[in-house]
């Protein structure tokens, strides 16, 4: 930009020292690209409806956007008429769930994330060596109602350190723990430390529960949080990662930190005297939400993002057995 004489105009010291950080990565993980495909194709091979059994991911433009193509989203299976087609969202279901839908003759696809099933792997196992299981996670969720379904006599619910003293079990020396996959690394191994000593014999899963991408995206928060006076965190309010990452954010240092559900959302009173603008996404999250906040970053002055990258991601889902069966028998695999 220049004046009318041809001289370069200078920017407002508030303007020339204002930045914007992105995270990298953010935004969808390979569960939820895995089963957000699934629901595509199955409406592109079956046909609408297609039932979808809760949110296949928590986000509400995720879920708008695939009953606009015909999916059909339920919360319990008898609002799903008899033969029809379900998918079972990345979360992950009870074996009482699959029971009722054979009962009912439908046909299932299991969108549940990989590392979800591995959680509910270990739950059996633990179980089927008789140990009292701890399940770190919050109650409501339809990832923890999934695992406790797995052995539910033997799993009890822990929600932070304030519940380890009305822990009981059988046997102290015969206890392990698991959790849900999309919890705050940082807060969970709190609740860990809090239950172990209690019960030393505390016995660990034989990997992290806490999946990679939330993982990666509570470091790349913490990276791009340190020098922020605003954090916006892009998700829905039922994304526990969502949540969580607007806390690790102020753990780490921001001035501020806001979770929106889109551009729309935001309050343009939080821009007030800030500088350093910084932006990440859940991980149930497209991008183009990201984009909308950044272009209304944009028009407010905020100079391009620039991306912090902490981690590269390249891990790839193959869809479910029962619709790579049936896309390889239409021809389409």
């Known amino acids: 930009m220049t004046t009318d004489l041809g001289t370069p105009t200078v920017l407002p010291p508030d303007e020339a020292e204002r930045a914007v950080l992105l995270a990298a990565p953010r935004g969808y993980c390979a569960g939820v690209d895995r089963a957000v495909v699934t629901v595509e194709k199955a409406l592109d091979l079956y046909g609408s409806p297609v039932y979808v059994r809760k949110q296949i991911v928590h986000n509400k433009h995720v879920v708008a956007d695939l009953e606009a193509r015909g999916a059909v989203f339920v919360d319990e299976l008898d609002e799903v008429p008899t033969g029809a087609t379900v998918v079972f969202s990345a979360h992950g279901v009870s074996p009482q769930v699959h029971s009722d839908a054979a009962e009912r003759e439908l ?65 102290p020396e015969r206890v392990a723990w698991l959790s849900q996959t999309t919890l705050s690394v940082d807060e969970t191994m709190e609740t860990v430390a809090a239950i172990r000593e209690r019960f030393p014999a505390l016995l660990d899963p034989p990997s992290d529960d806490i999946c990679y991408a939330t993982q990666n995206r509570q470091l790349a928060v913490k990276d791009i949080a340190r020098d922020a006076d605003l954090l916006i965190v892009v998700g829905s309010g039922n994304s526990s990662n969502s949540v969580r990452l607007v806390e690790v954010a102020l753990e780490a240092g921001a001035k501020a930190s806001y979770r929106v559900d889109d551009a729309s959302e935001i309050d343009e009173a939080w821009l007030d005297g800030v500088r350093t603008v910084s932006v990440t996404s859940g991980a149930s999250v497209p991008e183009n939400l990201v984009d909308g906040v950044l272009d209304y970053l944009a028009e407010r002055g905020y100079p391009d993002a620039r991306a912090v990258l902490t981690a590269e991601e390249s891990l790839i889902f193959s869809l479910p057995k029962e619709l790579r069966r049936d896309l390889k028998a239409a021809g389409r695999s």
């Open 107 to 171: 046909k299932t696809i299991d969108a549940t994330c990989p590392l979800v099933t591995k959680v509910h792997h270990e739950a059996r196992r633990f179980a089927d060596e008789d140990y009292d299981i701890l399940l770190i996670g919050h109650e409501g969720h339809e990832e923890v109602e999934g695992t406790a379904g797995e052995a539910p006599e033997r799993i009890q619910l822990v929600q932070s350190p304030d519940d380890v003293a009305s822990i009981q079990v059988r046997d």
